[in-house]
Antibody, heavy 122, light 110 residues
Framework: QVQLVQSGAEVKKPGSSVKVSCKAS????????ISWVRQAPGQGLEWMGG????????DYAQKFQGRVTIIADESTRTAYMELSSLRSEDTALYYC???????????????WGRGTLVTVSS | HSALTQPASVSGSPGQSITISCTGT?????????VSWYQQHPGKAPKLLIYDVSNRPSGVSNHFSGSKSGNTASLTISGLQAEDEADYYC??????????FGGGTKLTVL
């Protein structure tokens, strides 16, 4: 069964960085479109950025440009999302999601991890 | 890109049909047929319900259907059931390899 297994919860200080991992078991991974989506407590879903491992380069939502880095390691089938300069508003559940993409663009997300809670507090 | 616009809440009685709208712009919904819908129960990850405007993944009930007109997409749930009570999110491709979500709609089954 294909799964996305995410790393455990993190508690961080304001101004620091957090790195969350997402390991894929099964599936193709290299040609999958892996995105990171966050959900603040009681709030909606917010797309942060994504990567197709075989192509390497990541794309980011304008809101997070310069503060988020998404990479993928094909050898370990693991994607990572690092968010820097953390502030209290970054407290959220961070999901990785496998998407489908074609020559036009991203289409949908059909497999989600269980989420990683990141709490930013002094 | 700004978030897509959804009503904050909708409600209906068992057996009724409801429709949730999702309004975007000519830069996202209006241009691309890559609208998807997700169902999220409390404490759970989102689940894909509809992709490419109106297609259902294998295993998703046919009482969920999707459509699009201009810059607005819609999710219709026919024959409401108690287990349909959840949050629903739309999403659209927004160009330049980016995606945008709607703010979410809370469905209450009365």
């Amino acid at each position: 069964q294909v799964q996305l297994v995410q790393s455990g919860a993190e508690v961080k200080k304001p101004g620091s960085s957090v790195k969350v991992s997402c390991k894929a078991s099964g599936g193709t991974f290299s040609s999958d479109a892996i995105s990171w989506v966050r959900q603040a407590p009681g709030q909606g879903l917010e797309w942060m950025g994504g990567i197709i491992p075989v192509f390497g380069g990541a794309d980011y939502a304008q809101k997070f440009q310069g503060r988020v880095t998404i990479i993928a390691d094909e050898s370990t089938r693991t994607a990572y999302m690092e968010l820097s300069s953390l502030r209290s508003e970054d407290t959220a559940l961070y999901y990785c999601a496998r998407g489908s993409a074609d020559e036009v663009g991203l289409r949908y997300f059909d497999l989600w991890g269980r989420g990683t809670l990141v709490t930013v507090s002094s | 890109h700004s978030a897509l616009t959804q009503p904050a809440s909708v409600s209906g009685s068992p057996g009724q049909s409801i429709t949730i709208s999702c309004t975007g712009t000519s830069s996202d919904i209006g241009t691309y047929n890559y609208v998807s819908w997700y169902q999220q129960h409390p404490g759970k990850a989102p689940k894909l319900l509809i992709y490419d405007v109106s297609n259902r993944p294998s295993g998703v009930s046919n009482h969920f259907s999707g459509s699009k007109s201009g810059n607005t997409a819609s999710l219709t749930i026919s024959g409401l059931q108690a287990e349909d009570e959840a949050d629903y999110y739309c999403s659209s491709y927004a160009g330049s390899s980016t995606m945008v979500f709607g703010g979410g709609t809370k469905l209450t089954v009365l």
